[in-house]
């Protein structure tokens, strides 16, 4: 197993808990706000999932660096300029700023979901359009806040379903 | 010996950034968990500290005879003339910025029941966490003009 | 008790000497650029221009704030001297990340 076979590895199992963390925090959080109140133990779920988001977070961005670096050393510095790259870039950054907005509840839970969700799951399909893909930087963040009016939309949509207003 | 030093300065960095991010969340939350705050900051502190030396060694040593030549003859010039002059300045409040967060966290009393002086430390977390992401994303724009 | 006033004074020192760290970083840096006297007395002194500003920009900040600390008397938590700590560091920011922007793109050389 060589190291680019190994970063791959970490960074597929960083994403997928990733991924499954912010759509099982999704559902999670749905589910808890249907009856309005929070309680101990629904708390105590979102923590372990958030717990989960957290880990596949950190080995998905180090395993992420861990690339850029191998493409350094090995003569593949134009990889590092990749326009698709920097879009999962900007992604990843939304990722984490938001995370800190919403805990200091300066966004409104709908839109700090949607776009939460929207994030993980748009650095995902990015990142397979990284390398012969042929999209430029604005085309995918363009692409990317539609996706994110169109899930607060559906996520609107579910939540009046099942009950939920805020 | 140059690799490593490379590859050391690069980890040791994210894991800076890393810490001084989880710094922000604890101060941001309603409750402040003191000891993972503590540790947190002391950890990007020491973190930025041996990024510091680290990239300095291969900065001193290599970066300017090998480096610097090749992207200044290259298509991205600015790479270095504004990127990495940014950088290498600015990494240099790092240490200072991160320590002074560290030392407030020893006072965890004063964190939780002053929140003028809880800003503050938030407001300096935030520009630690700012500066160390901003010269991390630096790095790779420096590193992918060396062509 | 005794624990507590110490660090509050080392933290008011050391947000002093922070300040004229960071002052002194930027100002160095943007000076060393515009006089070239000043950046070959650096490298001469320290190896290299850029080891001479970050062991100076140390030595004020450590130094000095220790000094600074031991002497302090008030036992008041140092806000306001937090929070100019950190509005000059976010205008050093600005000031060096614009002063090589405009050297790169506006003058030239």
Not at chain 1, 22 to 37: H, N, P, Q, Y
Not at chain 1, 120 to 136: E, K, Q, R, S, T
Not at chain 3, 18 to 40: D, Q
Request: one cysteine or more; a positive charge.
């Amino acid at each position: 197993m060589d190291l680019h076979f190994f970063l791959i590895l970490v960074h597929i199992v960083g994403t997928v808990l990733g991924v499954g963390g912010a759509t099982f925090a999704e559902i999670f959080l749905l589910k808890s706000l249907r009856d309005g109140v929070v309680d101990p133990h629904e708390t105590s779920t979102l923590r372990t999932v958030y717990m989960v988001l957290r880990i596949g977070l950190t080995l998905a961005i180090i395993s992420g660096f861990g690339f850029l670096v191998l493409y350094r050393l090995e003569g593949h510095a134009s990889y590092l300029y990749n326009e698709a790259l920097w879009a999962k870039i900007v992604i990843i950054l939304v990722i984490l700023v938001n995370a800190l907005v919403l805990t200091a509840h300066r966004v409104p839970m709908w839109l700090g979901s949607a776009l939460s969700l929207t994030s993980w799951y748009a650095a995902l399909i990015v990142g397979y359009l990284i390398g012969p893909g042929d999209y430029g930087f604005f085309e995918i963040l363009g692409y990317y806040v539609v996706a994110v009016a169109g899930v607060a939309a559906a996520l609107f949509i579910v939540r009046r379903l099942i009950g939920i207003h805020y | 010996m140059l690799t490593l030093a490379l590859i050391l300065h690069v980890i040791l960095g994210l894991i800076a950034v890393g810490a001084s991010y989880a710094a922000v969340m604890l101060l941001l939350k309603r409750t402040i968990a003191s000891r993972w705050l503590t540790w947190s900051a002391g950890t990007a502190f020491l973190a930025y500290l041996l990024s510091w030396l680290t990239g300095g060694y291969y900065y001193v040593v290599y970066y300017g005879f090998s480096v610097k030549p090749i992207i200044k003859a290259g298509a991205y010039p600015w790479a270095h003339g504004v990127v990495m002059e940014v950088k290498e300045h600015i990494f240099l409040f790092l240490p200072v910025l991160a320590f002074l967060v560290f030392l407030a966290t020893l006072l965890p009393h004063e964190l939780e029941t002053d929140s003028m002086f809880r800003r503050s430390i938030l407001l300096l977390s935030v520009i630690v966490f700012v500066l160390g992401l901003a010269i991390a994303l630096g790095g790779i724009i420096v590193s992918g003009a060396v062509r | 008790m005794q624990a507590r006033n110490l660090r509050t004074k080392l933290l008011s020192g050391l947000a002093i000497s922070g300040t004229l760290s960071v002052l002194f970083v930027t100002v160095v840096t943007i000076a060393a650029e515009l006089y070239p006297p000043l950046k070959n007395w650096l490298a001469s002194t320290f190896t290299h221009h850029w080891v001479g500003k970050g062991v100076i920009a140390m030595a004020i900040f450590f130094l000095l704030g220790l000094l600074l600390g031991f002497l302090w008397r008030s036992e008041r938590i140092p806000t306001g001297l937090l929070m100019i700590c950190a509005w000059v560091a976010i205008l050093g920011t600005v000031a060096i990340s614009g002063f090589y922007v405009y050297e790169a793109f506006f003058v030239t050389h």
